[in-house]
């Protein structure tokens, strides 16, 4: 939730700051970033990384996912929390390089239908997808615009915000109105829009499975040795049965060779010179997975299905690609089989005994790293990978009271957020009173 817009008296300057706006024209990123008090963290984070602040300089065409001052406030809730506090430069590089997009992508660009926008994250280390990780948008209904990244995790667009000026010598009969701009905030090299929440990078399949309540596939891939390649494949597809499809089969999938699972779980594993996300996949699209065999997607009642199976829930971002999970398994013999709309859930094609309810097959197999995302714990070094972003936020509570406790820290444990409080202060002094009134008379 957003604090309160405190709009400070206009008239005294009011043709001080419009002979400014006229004269420079559009601003600059720095101008723009110091004119917008919701930003100042933003700011001080970005201007810290002087390479990813200067090479912005020199862009023409690029789009800035800024989040507001109340995203900062919730990264020690995060799964970004231990990377900020213990100052991990090369994921907190990262997440800042996942915030800017290639192009300018318009608020009103956006429709129902997601689409998926490269980013400036391109670092082997935490992402294997051509052309840099991508950031999922949509519109949804009241025109609230909506970012998706790793972990199913949702930032929404600031909608602009009013309040009403304090006008000393105005009579009480006049109500004036202004809209503070949160969306396409112009800049020389762009535009950047305001966002609620921090965008996190996704991780690899492994580690984003169990936030799924993918267990039952993640632990399947580990023990049929295809963890490796649905970690580290470049722009990887895999259409994951959920864990009730699993349980349906699981007595007979546990029993029988790891050949044979393994020829199961290749099925549903897409290789290609380009990710599938949903909005890829037209109806009567033919893919070919990792077994040689071919896929068929339908699109019928609203519906999306891959063969036989609908899907449950699609484009789930991971560090190489995207994972559609499905109601049901797909059988590499029985590839022609086609989908029908008119039940809920097809019968499996693969005939096997089941587990109860209360039983999911092969979790045991999935690292105990993985099993809880809220039970990581982060080490003070920068040799972090993609499955290294999301670290739970019990980690973060753990490493701050004992830092309290003892009150001391070495310099490579310093606290990102005391550089950021440091550069704020050092911003709003220079800023001062005309800073705040341009931000105000420039986001009209």
Not at 183 to 192: A, S
Not at 237 to 262: C, D, H
Not at 410 to 432: P, Y
Request: glycine share 8%; proline share 6%.
């Amino acid at each position: 939730m957003m604090r309160p817009v405190s709009c400070l008296p206009l008239i005294p300057c009011l043709s001080l700051a419009s002979t400014a706006w006229a004269k420079n024209g559009t601003k600059d990123l720095t101008q723009l970033l110091q004119s917008n008090h919701n930003l100042s963290e933003f700011t001080a984070l970005l201007t810290s990384y002087g390479d990813i602040y200067a090479n912005l300089s020199f862009q023409s065409d690029v789009t800035i996912l800024a989040p507001n001052n109340d995203a900062f406030h919730k990264i020690p809730y995060s799964s970004l929390g231990p990377a900020f506090e213990a100052n991990q430069s090369q994921i907190v590089r990262s997440v800042l390089q996942y915030h800017i997009l290639s192009g300018r992508h318009p608020a009103g660009g956006y429709n129902g239908t997601f689409s998926f926008d490269k980013s400036w994250l391109q670092h082997t280390n935490y992402t294997n997808v051509t052309g840099g990780q991508v950031v999922g948008g949509v519109q949804q209904a009241g025109n609230v615009n909506v970012f998706t990244s790793g972990m199913g995790t949702r930032s929404t667009l600031v909608t602009p915000v009013r309040c009403a000026p304090h006008l000393p010598s105005s009579p009480s009969s006049v109500k004036a109105t202004l809209t503070l701009r949160m969306q396409d905030l112009p800049f020389t090299g762009g535009i950047v829009h305001v966002i609620d929440n921090f965008l996190i990078p996704p991780q690899d399949f492994i580690h984003s499975a169990p936030q799924f309540n993918l267990t039952a596939a993640g632990g399947a891939a580990e023990n049929a040795s295809l963890a490796d390649h649905m970690n580290n494949h470049k722009d990887l597809t895999i259409f994951v049965p959920q864990n009730l499809a699993f349980q349906a089969l699981g007595g007979t999938l546990q029993s029988m060779p790891l050949s044979q699972l393994r020829r199961i779980l290749d099925y549903h594993i897409v290789n290609s010179s380009t990710v599938k996300y949903s909005a890829s996949l037209p109806n009567g699209t033919v893919l070919r997975t990792r077994g040689g065999q071919n896929l068929t997607i339908t699109f019928a009642s609203n519906s999306l299905f891959v063969n036989q199976a609908r899907m449950l829930q699609q484009d789930l971002l991971i560090s190489n690609g995207v994972m559609h999970v499905i109601d049901n398994f797909l059988d590499p013999d029985a590839t022609s089989v086609t989908a029908n709309p008119e039940i809920r859930t097809a019968p499996p094609l693969l005939i096997g005994t089941s587990l109860s309810e209360n039983l999911v097959p092969f979790t045991s197999f999935l690292p105990t790293s993985v099993t809880s995302f809220d039970t990581g714990t982060a080490t003070p070094t920068d040799g972090f990978g993609a499955s290294d972003i999301g670290k739970g936020t019990s980690a973060f509570s753990r490493t701050t009271s004992s830092r309290r406790a003892s009150g001391t820290s070495n310099s490579k444990e310093k606290s990102a957020g005391g550089k950021l409080e440091m550069q704020q202060a050092t911003m709003a002094m220079q800023g001062g009173l005309l800073g705040a009134l341009c931000w105000i008379i420039g986001l009209l």
